[in-house]
């Protein structure tokens, strides 16, 4: 597995997402201030509306930037059994009896890399998962619960 080129392709699905998202920041705080925007009665909310949406396309394009900014602060380091999973791990899992791969990233989390030996899922620390898996250490195990559901997760392999 070669994890410098897991953290690229990362990289560049979210350079990809910022530049979509920069985009459409952009579009819709221009719609947000166009004249057409300028409300028709008192009853009309759309520049209102707009505006409410044009800061929540900001607010995403900087939490890419920042998600970006710390990606590239990840030291690519290959983990041992007795590691602790931080920030930049690659584990194999065991999830209630099935197969899982994952990314320990800062950003990202939900997206998918092809790997050489199949999926690897993306997940940050502000997940349930994230939050399982640091600190852990290969062998070790512990139980995952999402709403009702509960699973167990066992550590399998580290890189």
């Given amino acids: 597995m070669d994890k410098h080129r897991l953290l690229e392709e990362l990289g560049a699905v979210l350079r990809e997402e910022l530049a979509a998202a920069s985009r459409v920041a952009k579009e819709t705080a221009d719609a947000a201030n166009h004249p057409e ?10 520049k209102l509306e707009l505006s409410y949406l044009a ?22 380091r290959v983990f041992g059994a007795a590691d602790a999973l931080t920030i930049g791990a690659f584990a194999e899992l065991d999830v209630a009896g099935k197969p899982q791969r994952v990314l320990l990233s800062p950003a990202g989390g939900g997206l998918k ?11 940050t620390p502000a997940s349930p998962l994230g939050r399982g898996l640091l600190g852990k250490c290969q062998g070790d195990a512990f139980e995952l619960v999402i709403g009702r559901d509960k699973r167990e997760v066992t550590i399998v392999a580290v890189g």
Avoid: F, S
């Fill in 113 to 123: 890399l092809a790997g050489a030996d199949g999926e690897i899922n993306v997940v």
């Fill in 37 to 46: 925007a300028r409300p028709e009665n008192d009853k009309d909310t759309r």
């Fill in 55 to 76: 800061a929540g396309q900001a607010t995403r394009v900087k939490e890419l930037e920042t998600g970006l900014a710390l990606l590239a602060q990840i030291p690519v």
